[in-house]
């Protein structure tokens, strides 16, 4: 009997994820079209290798009947975030680095639960050819697998932003006239006009997912939600480009650091055929594959720390590109800064570390030595922020001398240690996990080098280390040189110019350390969490992340050691103190309603009664006064 071969056009998925209902699910979903069979599934890496290993194998071999062969998979659908439950598997982009440089023909979707820029970027450095969310609408999903399928790059936006796919710019044919120079601008401003309403459009629709809002509130916000897809479908039309391709979501890298992140860029990434998956946003897309075109090539490094390094960096170095407004409930040193000073002070802080981890990797630094050199590589991070901010020789005229303003605010760094630099979270881990691919660990599970979460934890970090160390270099000025005209000219808010202004700033400041001290952080010590100041791309707010910190907790003594025996109290009487006053209210409420209120209405019932017997006499009601 021989094998029926399916139509050349047929679409063969061989799909790669941990969740046996999601494979149900696709099963289920992908027979309802003609054009889409599931050849194969598998749970982890090491079988999806297994599975193409053996279907390519006779492909591969000239002397095999093809005829009783069934085609090999086509299209491999890979969720990225397989082996998080087990590290010593194969992790998600690293089995689709492996995957390329094994066949590098074979297209690959990836999907995800997460779409956050870093994720997107490592999913297309791995040699992915497009990106789709695990939650998206069934026929998106199913739009995005025949588009990689044809050979197209699709990758869904980030998280706050519409479910549309975009592609890669592709190469113009000989005999095609180029776009307008005009057509280009349009591009840009409808993809920047639709990223600003749709974080708008996700705030709202965040809002409305709350239980607490009122009918008024909730009928404003429908309104607004409303209006806003009006304004992105207009967007869309009125500025549409149908000549060009929108480009995929990478992050971009600043000037003075592109040259040097071409090289390490490049380096991991496998050898690829001219149609396969693009190394670059810029090159073209993949063509669409044949089978017998398909080929093993030698085994790769499959992760690569300058890469992850490269990853975490661009995509700060992204969302430093949009707002920075402080969202906290807290100030911070850096709000008395204009916002192109403060941009500069992070892209300074930014380029300062990244020396440093150079300068760690060809020390011959071992990841033992980190802790204890912890304290000098921050002391060396602030110093050389603070020297390129200021300038080495800047000076101020103050009551008639020339001051030297860096070597005064060098003579703070003992304060600025104890204050900042000694309480910034997971310095150690991230410098680790960056210079020699230690595992991050997230909620107590260790997710090695590649894995989205330790990528978005190193990222958190990364952000909360570049905040703190930009608030360090400006805390010493506030304390030397706060009302000094010219500092103030130069680096100032003009919002927060005159004295008054000023003071009322670093009273804030001076508040929340004290609060700080007394107050917030035991609690975090007690409840074992660590507060991350984050950017948004909006913005800078607050996260809390899980950590044990049992040790800690042992050491406190004095004022902070009553703050936690005060939680602790109240968590032990809250619960029952509460039970036993809804207890008693609940009684109250049966003594008011079943018995004196049963009462009241009985005896206004007999009363309400006799009045109506009376009216209603006709004997009564006639009978003449006397």
Same mark, same amino acid.
């Given at each position: 009997?021989?094998?029926?071969?399916?139509? #050349?056009?047929?679409?063969?998925?061989l799909?790669?994820?941990?969740?046996?209902?999601?494979?149900?699910?696709?099963?289920?979903?992908?027979?309802?079209?003609?054009?889409?069979?599931?050849?194969?599934?598998?749970e982890?890496?090491?079988?999806?290798?297994?599975?193409?290993?053996?279907?390519?194998?006779?492909?591969?071999?000239?002397e095999?009947?093809?005829?009783?062969?069934?085609?090999?998979?086509?299209l491999?659908?890979?969720?990225?975030?397989?082996?998080?439950?087990?590290?010593?598997?194969?992790?998600?982009?690293?089995?689709?680095?492996?995957?390329?440089?094994?066949?590098?023909?074979?297209?690959?979707l990836?999907l !995800?639960t997460?779409?956050?820029?870093?994720?997107l970027?490592?999913?297309?450095q791995?040699g992915?050819?497009?990106?789709?969310?695990?939650?998206?609408d069934p026929?998106?999903?199913?739009?995005?697998?025949r588009?990689?399928?044809?050979?197209?790059?699709?990758?869904?936006?980030?998280?706050?932003?519409? =479910?549309?796919?975009?592609?890669?710019?592709?190469?113009?044919?000989?005999?095609q006239?180029?776009?307008? @120079?005009?057509?280009?601008?349009?591009?840009?401003?409808?993809?920047?006009?639709?990223?600003?309403?749709?974080?708008?459009?996700?705030?709202?629709? #965040?809002?409305?997912?709350?239980?607490?809002?009122?009918?008024?509130?909730?009928?404003?916000?429908? !309104?607004?939600?409303?209006?806003?897809r009006?304004?992105?479908?207009?967007?869309? =039309?009125?500025l549409?480009?149908?000549?060009l %391709?929108?480009?995929?979501?990478?992050?971009?890298?600043?000037? *003075?650091?592109? #040259?040097?992140?071409?090289?390490?860029?490049?380096?991991?990434?496998?050898?690829?055929?001219?149609?396969?998956? @693009?190394?670059?946003?810029?090159? @073209?897309p993949p063509?669409? @594959?044949?089978?017998?075109?398909? +080929?093993?090539?030698?085994e790769?490094?499959? +992760?690569?720390v300058?890469?992850?390094?490269?990853?975490?960096? *661009?995509?700060?170095l992204?969302?430093?590109?949009?707002?920075?407004?402080?969202?906290?409930?807290?100030?911070?040193?850096? *709000?008395?800064?204009?916002?192109?000073?403060?941009?500069?002070?992070f892209?300074?802080?930014?380029?300062?570390?990244e020396?440093?981890? &150079?300068?760690?990797r060809?020390? /011959?630094?071992?990841?033992?030595?980190?802790?204890?050199? =912890?304290?000098?590589?921050?002391l060396?991070?602030?110093?050389?922020?603070?020297?390129? $901010?200021?300038g080495r020789?800047?000076?101020?005229?103050?009551?008639? =001398?020339?001051?030297?303003?860096?070597?005064?605010?060098?003579?703070?760094?003992?304060?600025?240690?104890?204050?900042?630099?000694?309480k910034i979270?997971?310095?150690?881990?991230?410098?680790?996990?960056?210079?020699?691919?230690?595992?991050? %660990?997230?909620? &107590?599970?260790?997710?090695?080098?590649?894995?989205?979460?330790?990528?978005?934890?190193a990222?958190?970090?990364?952000?909360?280390?570049?905040?703190?160390?930009?608030?360090?270099?400006?805390?010493?000025?506030?304390?030397?040189?706060?009302?000094?005209?010219v500092i103030?000219?130069?680096?100032?808010?003009r919002?927060?110019?005159?004295?008054?202004?000023?003071?009322?700033?670093?009273?804030?400041?001076?508040?929340k350390?004290?609060v700080?001290r007394v107050?917030?952080?035991p609690?975090?010590?007690?409840?074992?969490?660590? /507060?991350?100041?984050?950017?948004?791309?909006?913005?800078?707010?607050?996260?809390?992340?899980?950590?044990?910190?049992?040790?800690?907790?042992?050491?406190?003594?004095?004022?902070?050691y009553?703050?936690?025996?005060?939680? %602790?109290a109240?968590?032990?009487?809250?619960?029952?103190l509460?039970?036993?006053?809804s207890f008693?209210?609940n !009684? $109250?409420?049966?003594?008011?309603?079943?018995?004196? !209120?049963?009462?009241?209405?009985?005896?206004?019932?007999?009363?309400?009664?006799?009045?109506?017997?009376?009216?209603?006499?006709?004997?009564?009601?006639?009978?003449?006064?006397r």
């Amino acid at each position: 009997m021989s094998f029926s071969r399916p139509p #050349a056009s047929l679409i063969r998925l061989l799909l790669v994820d941990e969740d046996p209902v999601f494979r149900l699910g696709m099963g289920v979903l992908l027979q309802q079209y003609g054009d889409l069979v599931l050849v194969a599934e598998a749970e982890d890496g090491e079988t999806a290798l297994q599975i193409l290993d053996h279907q390519f194998s006779p492909s591969l071999d000239p002397e095999a009947p093809t005829d009783e062969t069934p085609p090999p998979a086509n299209l491999v659908a890979l969720d990225i975030g397989i082996g998080r439950s087990n590290p010593q598997q194969i992790q998600g982009l690293a089995l689709c680095r492996l995957l390329k440089s094994r066949y590098p023909n074979l297209p690959i979707l990836c999907l !995800g639960t997460a779409s956050e820029p870093v994720i997107l970027a490592a999913a297309y450095q791995s040699g992915a050819d497009g990106y789709c969310s695990k939650g998206a609408d069934p026929t998106e999903l199913i739009a995005a697998i025949r588009r990689v399928a044809a050979g197209q790059s699709v990758w869904l936006q980030a998280p706050g932003q519409d =479910r549309s796919l975009v592609q890669p710019p592709v190469v113009q044919p000989p005999g095609q006239r180029a776009p307008a @120079p005009l057509a280009t601008v349009r591009r840009q401003l409808r993809l920047q006009g639709i990223q600003q309403i749709e974080a708008t459009l996700a705030d709202v629709n #965040a809002e409305l997912r709350s239980d607490d809002l009122s009918l008024l509130d909730r009928a404003i916000l429908a !309104g607004r939600q409303r209006e806003l897809r009006a304004a992105r479908w207009l967007v869309s =039309r009125l500025l549409a480009t149908p000549r060009l %391709e929108a480009l995929p979501p990478t992050p971009q890298s600043s000037p *003075d650091r592109t #040259a040097n992140r071409s090289r390490s860029n490049n380096a991991p990434a496998p050898s690829r055929s001219p149609s396969s998956a @693009p190394s670059s946003p810029s090159s @073209p897309p993949p063509t669409p @594959p044949s089978p017998n075109a398909i +080929v093993p090539a030698p085994e790769t490094a499959i +992760v690569d720390v300058q890469s992850v390094q490269s990853l975490v960096f *661009d995509a700060v170095l992204a969302k430093l590109q949009t707002g920075l407004i402080n969202q906290t409930e807290q100030p911070l040193e850096i *709000d008395i800064l204009q916002e192109d000073k403060k941009r500069d002070l992070f892209y300074l802080v930014l380029r300062k570390l990244e020396e440093i981890l &150079s300068e760690l990797r060809y020390s /011959q630094v071992t990841p033992d030595q980190l802790p204890s050199k =912890r304290p000098t590589i921050l002391l060396d991070l602030w110093q050389a922020a603070l020297l390129d $901010f200021f300038g080495r020789y800047y000076t101020v005229y103050l009551n008639g =001398r020339e001051i030297e303003v860096v070597d005064v605010l060098l003579q703070d760094a003992v304060a600025v240690e104890s204050a900042i630099l000694s309480k910034i979270p997971g310095v150690t881990e991230l410098l680790q996990h960056l210079l020699f691919q230690v595992p991050l %660990e997230v909620n &107590s599970v260790s997710y090695p080098t590649g894995n989205p979460e330790s990528l978005m934890r190193a990222e958190q970090l990364l952000e909360n280390l570049l905040i703190q160390i930009a608030n360090a270099v400006m805390q010493p000025l506030l304390n030397r040189f706060a009302n000094v005209e010219v500092i103030k000219q130069n680096f100032y808010d003009r919002r927060l110019l005159s004295s008054r202004e000023i003071e009322r700033f670093r009273n804030s400041l001076s508040w929340k350390y004290r609060v700080d001290r007394v107050f917030r952080e035991p609690k975090q010590i007690f409840e074992s969490q660590y /507060q991350l100041l984050t950017l948004t791309g909006r913005g800078i707010k607050q996260t809390s992340i899980y950590k044990p910190r049992t040790e800690e907790l042992a050491s406190l003594t004095g004022l902070p050691y009553l703050v936690t025996l005060t939680l %602790e109290a109240h968590d032990a009487i809250a619960p029952p103190l509460r039970t036993a006053v809804s207890f008693i209210g609940n !009684g $109250f409420v049966y003594v008011l309603t079943e018995i004196i !209120g049963r009462g009241i209405g009985l005896i206004g019932r007999g009363v309400l009664k006799g009045l109506g017997n009376v009216w209603q006499d006709p004997a009564k009601r006639d009978r003449p006064f006397r």
